[in-house]
């Protein structure tokens, strides 16, 4: 009986810490999804030193909602839900291809738009070029 009610309170307190923080959202690592197959292997065509173009495509178009340092805390990261993605935390966990479709198509559901068509492919690149020399 005794090791019964122990196993519960054990219980609670991990899904508490699971749940942990609540509101700030913000540094849950975000779910990766699949790139789809036209994205799947794409590989930058520029070296390390578009990165300086691409902190421009960045502060520019980005910087709002990611932050300068692409932590998520821009000036306008305050009233979106979800909050803009950690770039930093994320690039640690995906290819370039990731980068670029997701920037490319936007995520549904969330403030983040399709980029294409508003960016040139050039563009993109340097800003994902921009986001890996993030530390
Ligand atoms: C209007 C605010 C806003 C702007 C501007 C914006 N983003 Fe986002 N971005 C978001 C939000 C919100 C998410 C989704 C976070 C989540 O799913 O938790 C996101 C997600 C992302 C992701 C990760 C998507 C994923 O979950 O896999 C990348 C990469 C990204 N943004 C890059 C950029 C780049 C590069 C630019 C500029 C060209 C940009 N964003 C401009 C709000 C913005």
Same mark, same amino acid.
């Given at each position: &009986? &005794?090791?019964?009610? *122990?196993?519960?309170?054990?219980?609670?307190?991990?899904?508490?810490?699971?749940?942990?923080?609540?509101? %700030?959202?913000?540094?849950?690592? /975000?779910? =990766? +999804?699949?790139?789809? +197959?036209? $994205?799947?292997?794409? &590989?930058?065509?520029?070296?390390?030193?578009?990165?300086? @173009?691409?902190?421009?495509?960045?502060?520019?178009?980005?910087?709002?909602?990611?932050?300068?340092?692409? !932590?998520?805390?821009?000036?306008?990261?305050?009233?979106?839900?979800? !909050?803009?993605?950690? =770039? &930093?935390?994320? *690039?640690?966990?995906? @290819?370039? @291809? $990731?980068?670029?479709?997701?920037?490319?198509?936007? !995520?549904?559901?969330? %403030?983040?738009?399709?980029?294409?068509? /508003?960016?040139?492919?050039?563009? /993109?690149?340097?800003?994902?070029?921009?986001?890996?020399?993030?530390?």
């Amino acid at each position: &009986m &005794m090791k019964k009610f *122990s196993f519960l309170i054990l219980l609670g307190v991990l899904v508490l810490a699971a749940c942990g923080g609540g509101s %700030s959202s913000n540094s849950t690592p /975000i779910p =990766l +999804a699949t790139v789809p +197959a036209e $994205y799947a292997g794409r &590989m930058n065509p520029f070296d390390v030193s578009a990165a300086v @173009d691409g902190a421009n495509v960045f502060k520019t178009n980005c910087a709002t909602c990611h932050g300068e340092t692409g !932590k998520g805390d821009g000036v306008a990261s305050q009233s979106l839900d979800p !909050k803009p993605a950690d =770039l &930093m935390e994320l *690039s640690r966990r995906v @290819d370039d @291809d $990731y980068l670029f479709w997701r920037i490319s198509e936007g !995520k549904p559901g969330t %403030s983040m738009v399709a980029w294409k068509g /508003i960016l040139t492919e050039e563009q /993109i690149w340097q800003a994902v070029t921009f986001i890996r020399t993030l530390k």
